[in-house]
């Protein structure tokens, strides 16, 4: 990027900092960044400070994270059925789930009422097993349906493959070389970590993981996760549809010239890949998960990504 293309872009976010200031729709934004091939060209913090819940970007770093079990030989086919390792009999409905299915949440399966998130989060135990003996709607594999509890499955799943804590095998594989030390991963009542949401992260780590998806798993020359598998988490498997209306890969959302993390409250890291570009913006919604969830964002909210889109893309994309 050519020097007055930079100083556009800082222009940019500029006015995007002063609408994140000045506008009660935009009040609960926390954090702006922006790099370019790497190097920081913005990084602010409104208010906040430290670590914080990601919502469902943890979705996206879990995709990544079983990329890197398929880079160590401990996945040899995305198209193997998880059931048995959750120890489900063949005749289970859930039992011909497979990781792709999961991944691509095409698993078919009942996600309201009490599959949702947040009635399963009020269980005292076994949400795992809840989320199992969800009914089955569809074929798998044919219908996209936003499925937080099968991203919970998921996590489970490559859990049982790499015989530890999902935590654990991030920060070997992920966290620490991409210099991520200040982390939290929450775990369900029978100790396994959140598939969904809820990990905590500063966004200069959010930053790091979209600069890993930028170089499709390489991280400053060292390959973490394989290319070929990033190059299929970041490409549309489906048309996808809420709650971000784009095109869906592996856990990921893919729009037009770009794809992205995103979660609830204007978590979003946006990838674009034809102007080595990375864009981050964080929300601070006073989230309490209860029972009940509880939060303090204004009636009129509005994502930071809008603006993200208006102001910043238009700079980035060819």
Known sequence: ??????????????????????RQEFSYVSSLAVSIDGHVLVEERLHGQGIADTFSVTKTVLATLLGAAV????????????GGLLGLPATHPAAEHTW???LTQTRGCATNGAWDIDEVMALPRGWVDHLLAAPQLCTPGTTFRYDSGGAHVLGAALSTVVGRPLSAYAEERLFAPLGIDEWVWPRDPD??????????????ALRRFGELWLGLGTWRGQSLVPEAYVREMVRAHSAGGPPEGT??????????GY?????????????????????????DPGFDPGPPPTDR?????RPGLDLVRTHLLPLLLP
């Open 247 to 256: 095109a869906h890969g592996f856990l990921t959302w893919v729009d037009r």
């Open 100 to 102: 792709r299915h999961l």
């Open 191 to 204: 100790g396994r970590d959140y598939g969904f949401g809820h990990l905590r992260l500063s966004p200069e």
């Open 71 to 82: 880079g160590d030989g401990l996945i040899e086919d995305l198209d193997d059925p998880v």
């Open 1 to 22: 990027m050519i020097a007055i293309e930079a100083a556009r872009l800082r222009e940019r976010c500029q006015h995007l900092l002063d609408a994140f200031s000045s």
């Open 297 to 301: 964002m204004p009636p009129n909210w």
């Open 259 to 283: 794809f992205f993390a995103g979660g609830w409250a204007g978590q979003h890291v946006v990838v674009v890949p034809s102007a080595r570009a990375v864009v981050v913006t964080t929300g």
